[in-house]
């Protein structure tokens, strides 16, 4: 089991029981933000933990964007939409059937996205190639 806690300051100032820098309250950072952040670092963690198991060196940036409304089942705010577009270098590159199960892999094991209701589409370049 992996355990995490956070807590919030009155002032809504967050902080992380393993320390670093705190995070403050700003009307740039929303908690949409947040959870689009986490779904971004979280598959880059995962992508890196695969990659590292296979000798693989991984570099890779991500953008994400998502979209929140109100869900046709039960009428409560939700995102609807995730997507998340990974740039990525690899060394040595793989190629075929071994780069599509070393990106499942992150996908699959990243638990932020695996918590989320909506399921979240990736897109992977690599080099300036997409797959």
Same mark, same amino acid.
């Given at each position: 089991?992996?355990?995490? $806690? =956070?807590?919030? !300051?009155? !002032?809504w100032? %967050? ?7 705190? *995070?403050p309250?700003?009307? %740039? ?18 992508l890196?933990?695969?990659a590292?198991?296979?000798? *693989? $060196?991984?570099?890779? &940036? ?5 979209? =929140? ?14 997507? @998340? ?15 599509? &199960?070393?990106?499942?892999? %992150?996908? $699959? !094991? ?6 989320? &209701? @909506?399921?979240?589409?990736? &897109? ?8």
């Open positions: 089991m992996f355990e995490y $806690r =956070v807590s919030t !300051d009155p !002032d100032t %967050a902080h992380s029981d393993r320390g670093g820098s705190a *995070i309250r700003e009307d %740039a950072w929303t908690p949409e933000h947040l959870v689009l952040a986490g779904l971004s670092r979280c598959t880059l963690k995962s890196q933990y695969h590292g198991r296979a000798g *693989i $060196r991984a570099t890779a &940036t991500a953008d994400a964007y998502g979209s =929140v409304t109100r869900r046709e089942g039960d009428g409560r705010f939700a995102f609807v939409e995730i997507s @998340v577009a990974f740039d990525v270098s690899l060394e040595p590159r793989l190629e075929g059937d071994a780069l599509r &199960t070393l990106f499942a892999s %992150a996908e $699959r !094991d990243c638990f932020v996205g695996a918590s989320l &209701t @909506v399921t979240p589409a990736y &897109t992977w370049n690599v080099d300036g190639e997409e797959l």
